[in-house]
């Protein structure tokens, strides 16, 4: 009978290019439908998906890892080149350096626990994740406030946002009588246009489809909402557009930006995409005076001041690699429970079967003081056999000894830790064969 074991599938910012992280990239009712397609799969448990704008990761509790492997070269064969993978303690030690931000293109980052608080709530509520990702997640989440309080990783960390800011000043210089022009209405460009309003930049315009989230970030920016229909227009008014959208396809080509830029008289104009899929076109970048940046962009910049906080970063790793030990340790006591309760159960239904049938034989001849003796004594009987058994199947357990919980379920004729009641079951011996995220990256 098969063991359930954590699973972990991904691509990210460090494994693949953007061309193939929006390929395989899920939100919305499409996420939603691939947790439940997961969810149906034989030898699947529990299953949750984490899609960023940098990275996707499919975290499944189950028979194997290939059903998670199959929902990336479903969606792109050309993902295969670019996936990690990782069981057991490995998958657990992972899903806690995201959360913690030291997976991050911007080392010590805010925004990624937030994104994998999303990613749970979304799995909980087409009832993909169950009791172990729900004690998962709220161990790692746990683990990212312990790194947060208790290093300095986040002190002074820049945001993606604020690499907006760097790329921005670079090209201007400042942003003192010039405009910003956020296209759509995700979280990181709001984020972004606050932070390249501090370069001195007069206005902020917003455009979205929906009227409504235009006038609802343009409160949040300080800036005033616009029809998506002056587009066109307000590409001349603006010198940096920052474009985050839920498209699925490019918002902004040449086609579009041509005839602006000859409106503008070919002044500078950037764009910053900080959507995947992408939603501006890359061939952007040929038109003269335009420069275009998207995530991968972004990255080279980080790469410039994330040493700035490695001392912080080795404190970090610290407290995840306590908090994988002690996740690892409480999931391999869960497994010797239900043999310890079901043996428990087991002996005192005997215990209780002796004691009512030596009552009845006994008849009147006792008090009612007697009986609860005689009943006391069953108990009693129970308790110090059970007693060094327990301790030693707890003990086992803690230690990550399965071997001997098993003996006692087949001994006892009770049902075994690999059983499928069994909520938490040990890793199987081979877990750490699987190739380990350090291996590949």
């Known amino acids: 009978m098969s063991t359930r074991e954590l699973y972990l599938v991904g691509l990210s910012h460090k494994s693949a290019p953007i061309a193939v992280r929006e390929k395989v990239s899920l939100s919305g009712d499409d996420l939603k439908d691939a947790l439940a397609g997961l969810k149906a799969r034989s030898g699947v448990s529990e299953v949750m998906v984490v899609s960023t704008c940098n990275r996707m990761e499919v975290y499944v509790l189950g028979d194997s890892v290939e059903p998670a492997r199959r929902l990336f070269l479903d969606r792109s064969a050309g993902a295969a080149d670019h996936l990690y993978e990782a069981a057991g303690p490995a998958a657990v030690r992972h899903l806690f350096r995201v959360s913690a931000s030291l997976d991050s293109m911007v080392l010590g980052e805010q925004q990624i626990l937030g994104q994998v608080k999303e990613a749970y709530g979304v799995a909980s509520s087409v009832q993909a994740a169950g009791g172990f990702i729900s004690r998962l997640c709220n161990r790692a989440f746990a683990t990212a406030k312990r790194v947060r309080t208790e290093t300095d990783i986040g002190r002074g960390a820049s945001s993606v946002s604020q690499v907006a800011v760097e790329l921005v000043e670079k090209i201007f210089g400042d942003l003192k009588g010039r405009g910003i022009l956020l296209v759509g209405a995700g979280k990181m460009g709001a984020l972004s246009a606050k932070a390249l309003a501090s370069l001195g930049a007069d206005r902020i315009l917003v455009t979205n489809r929906s009227p409504e989230r235009a006038l ?177 199947l707890k003990q086992a357990a803690s230690t990550g000894d399965t071997t001997l919980p098993g003996a006692a379920a087949e001994l006892f004729g009770v049902d075994g830790p690999n059983d499928p009641a069994s909520n938490d079951l040990p890793r199987p011996a081979n877990a750490g064969q699987v190739v380990s995220i350090s291996e590949r990256q």
Not at 283 to 301: C, H, R, W
Request: proline fraction near 5%; charge should be negative; charged fraction near 25%.
């Open 216 to 392: 609802s970030l343009a409160e949040q920016v300080g800036g005033s909402a616009r029809p998506w229909a002056e587009l066109p227009q307000l590409l001349v008014q603006a010198d940096v557009v920052i474009v985050s959208t839920g498209a699925p396809t490019y918002v902004v080509g040449p086609a579009l930006v041509q005839p602006a830029m000859k409106a503008r008289k070919n002044r500078s104009l950037c764009f910053i995409d900080l959507a995947v899929p992408r939603n501006v076109d890359p061939a952007l970048s040929e038109l003269t005076d335009v420069y275009a940046y998207d995530m991968d962009d972004l990255q080279k910049v980080v790469h410039q001041t994330k040493s700035a906080r490695a001392e912080e970063a080795i404190r970090a790793e610290a407290i995840v690699e306590a908090e994988v030990m002690a996740f690892s340790a409480e999931r391999e006591t869960r497994a010797a429970l239900p043999v310890l309760s079901q043996l428990r159960r087991q002996a005192e239904e005997i215990a209780r079967a002796e004691a009512e049938r030596t009552l009845a034989a006994i008849g009147d001849r006792l008090d009612e003081r007697g009986r609860r003796s005689v009943e006391a004594m069953a108990r009693a009987i129970v308790n110090k056999l059970l007693h060094v058994p327990t301790a030693r």
